[in-house]
């Protein structure tokens, strides 16, 4: 079991910076096929940079480079500055706190809008899209080279970043203005929807249907 302070240590640790690795919650690293996970142990093990995994369990032959854990928390170590890159399966939650981060993306979506969610940013030029399934060894690695050593990734995230928070007011404050201007209106029933009001067979048109006569 690793500490908090045993993934900072590692991190901070790192001269080449830190690859951080996970699917979420939804899909569990240690049931992809062998062959997969084979190609991510190898690509790993020849890369400079520290790795920290998302992992169900141990693998017999992890690299000396990789530190795996069943959770880890997320947000804090994509903030920290010495990180790299951010391999994921494209969920929203965590691409957000990758653009908030302003960290380069390498996605490997699986379903949902995991693919959308990982187009929208290869459109603004901070990730690469893989598919998970037709993984080489090869291309893996010469796109998290890329990723890492090209910096026009990094400019690209941050910029994406920038624009990503420059608002008004911050979620939080954002959160309490609506509530507060709920409580003040009474439950603020001039924004709810005029939909709310109708009856079953107005919303499904039927009173606008005519009867056809002959």
């Given amino acids: 079991m690793y500490s908090r302070a045993d993934i900072l240590e590692f991190i901070e640790q790192s001269s080449h910076g830190v690859i951080y690795f996970t699917f979420g919650s939804t899909v569990q690293m240690s049931s992809l096929p062998e062959n997969i996970k084979n190609s991510f142990i190898e690509v790993l093990a020849k890369i400079p940079q520290k790795v920290l995994w998302k992992y169900e369990g141990e693998i017999e032959n992890k690299p000396k480079n990789v530190m795996m854990k069943k959770w880890l928390p997320q947000r804090d170590i994509l903030m920290h500055p010495n990180v790299k890159l951010f391999i994921s399966h494209g969920g929203i939650s965590g691409l957000y ?5 302003g960290v380069p993306v390498l996605g490997f979506p699986l379903f949902g809008d995991q693919h959308r969610n990982i187009d929208n940013l290869v459109n603004v030029g901070m ?34 970043s920038n624009i990503f928070k420059d608002r008004p ?46």
């Fill in 97 to 101: 706190e990758a653009v908030d981060a």
């Fill in 127 to 160: 990730a690469i899209s893989m598919d998970l399934f037709s993984v080489s060894k090869e291309a893996l690695l010469n796109h998290v080279v890329e990723l890492v050593n090209n910096k026009k990734y990094t400019i690209n995230a941050k910029t994406t």
């Fill in 169 to 214: 007011m911050t979620p939080a404050q954002s959160v309490v203005y609506w509530t507060e201007y709920v409580i003040r209106h009474n439950g603020a029933t001039h924004l709810k929807s005029h939909s709310l009001n109708l009856t079953w067979y107005q919303y499904y048109l039927l009173d606008n249907v005519k009867t056809k006569t002959e």
